[in-house]
């Protein structure tokens, strides 16, 4: 059974994937080489941040609130991160997230199935979109 001591620390990106309930399709929502961080505390917090490895930069020389709202979207939308607290039970970990680049996000408790092999942690989760159930599985490497 999965404890705290088990996901403390700083864990990073090594594959995202998405199947669906009515194809044998597998997607890779931020692409098949995506980047990211996922830290547990001690004090029952967790921050998750994703996003593409082939980002484009942003323009660079004048302020950032004045770059064209369709660049800043494409960033944005290459980009993924929420945060709050976190409670294991059994082999679930809850997400009870407090901030998000997703507005709908915060409020939500976001459920992971977690299974630890070696320095490797797998979270997954379901949800439905329009009938049709997606799995999204999560592969994360401790830090040393």
């Known amino acids: 059974m999965l404890s705290k001591d088990d996901l403390l620390g700083a864990w990073h990106l090594d594959s995202w994937t998405i199947s ?3 194809s044998e399709k597998i997607s890779h929502p931020f692409g098949e080489k995506p980047t990211g961080m996922i830290v547990y505390t001690d004090d029952d917090w967790m921050s998750a941040s994703i996003n593409r490895s082939d980002r484009d930069l942003l323009p660079t020389g004048s302020a950032f609130r004045r770059i064209d709202p369709g660049l800043l979207a494409d960033a944005y939308r290459s980009y993924f991160h929420y945060a709050g ?3 294991i039970q059994d082999d679930v970990v809850t997400h009870t997230v407090t901030q998000s680049l997703n507005p709908n996000f915060v409020g939500s408790k976001q459920l992971r199935n977690a299974r630890l092999g070696g320095q490797t942690l797998e979270l997954s989760g379901t949800e439905e979109v ?3 159930i997606r799995t999204h599985r ?5 830090t040393l």
């Open 20 to 22: 669906y309930s009515d």
């Open 85 to 87: 607290h976190y409670a």
């Open 130 to 132: 329009g009938g049709v």
């Open 138 to 142: 999560l592969s994360w490497r401790r």
